[in-house]
């Protein structure tokens, strides 16, 4: 269960305040599957960042009580001073897992070779990419938070990365981020609908998609 309790998130500019949420109290209930819609600007991925607590609320409570991953498709995530091999390791250990299986994984599964050790600043966006979805592929999470993952590499490493990530689903919850609506139809049960910094909770996804496309017209 993910929780949020009167939680209010702005931005502020010398000239302006961007209300994200405006004192928003809402459920993620374990065992279903969420999309998150709302149109270009209305706060999905600061939602996101909030629920993965990267980012935090001005006021307010967020309440998880299982373990939560970052946004996938995250990679600015990465420290692009340390190399590859210091990034993997660095979030091993603040996750508790076992260093060398976690390493061991990420360097399979991203096929990235000696960059491993080379500085993240110095990949192309496409091994960055791969480096980072590897690496949330190599920790188990309870919930997994998805934000508009786009195609990594060729045909067979997409491949790859899709089943790795249908894997993890079969065990987890997802809370998903996304324009295409056959994606959100394909791995969620529920919708969620950002609008003027509140959250409307449909049980059905179909039901979401509906007011989400009125309001995309």
Request: glycine fraction near 8%; aromatic fraction near 10%; include cysteine.
């Amino acid at each position: 269960m993910i929780q949020f309790d009167r939680v209010f998130k702005f931005y502020r500019t010398e000239r302006h305040t961007k209300i994200i949420l405006d004192h928003v109290s809402v459920r993620f209930e374990s065992g279903c599957s969420y999309a998150l819609l709302g149109v270009n600007g209305a706060g999905k991925s600061t939602s996101l960042r909030l629920i993965a607590g990267i980012e935090l609320p001005n006021e307010g409570k967020i309440r998880r009580d299982r373990r939560v991953s970052w946004p996938l498709g995250f990679a600015t995530g990465l420290h692009p001073l340390m190399t590859g091999r210091e990034n993997v390791k660095f979030v091993a250990r603040a996750y508790g897992e076992d260093v060398r299986k976690v390493i061991r994984f990420v360097e399979e599964f991203s096929e990235i070779g000696d960059y491993m050790e080379a500085p993240v600043k110095t990949y192309s966006s496409g091994m960055t990419a791969r480096l980072a979805f590897g690496l949330s592929m190599a920790i188990e999470f309870e919930c997994y938070l998805i934000d508009e993952i786009t195609a990594v590499g060729d045909g067979r490493f997409q491949a790859r990365c899709k089943a790795a990530f249908d894997k993890r689903r079969q065990t987890a919850d997802l809370i998903v981020v996304s324009h295409n609506m056959a994606t959100v139809k394909d791995y969620c049960d529920r919708g969620i609908v950002l609008v003027d910094g509140q959250f409307l909770i449909f049980d059905n996804v179909d039901k979401a998609i509906e007011v989400y496309n009125r309001l995309n017209r």
